[in-house]
């Protein structure tokens, strides 16, 4: 687990978005981010289904519940 300091660089939010028929989707990976050190990190891609409402209203759900695993920032 990596602990972040009081004193932390400008954060970069990473997502991408994307809609396509549901019933399309066989499978969903994680989006490789390559790092200037040259190791690589991993994004892990998330799918939410329902009408445009229900999907906005778990979006907004999901980006709060994000924030809250970093409380530290």
């Known amino acids: 687990m ?3 300091n009081g004193i932390m660089a400008n954060l970069t939010l990473v997502y991408g978005m994307r809609l396509l028929p549901a019933d399309e989707i066989v499978r969903v990976g994680d989006a490789p981010v ?3 050190n040259g190791n ?3 994004v892990t891609m ?3 289904e329902g009408s445009r409402e229900e999907i906005e209203g ?3 759900m999901s980006l709060d519940a994000f924030f809250d695993f970093y ?3």
């Open 58 to 60: 778990q979006l907004r």
């Open 71 to 73: 409380p530290e920032i």
């Open 2 to 4: 990596r602990i972040y």
């Open 34 to 36: 390559d790092l200037k």
């Open 40 to 42: 690589q990190a991993h």
């Open 46 to 48: 998330h799918v939410l």
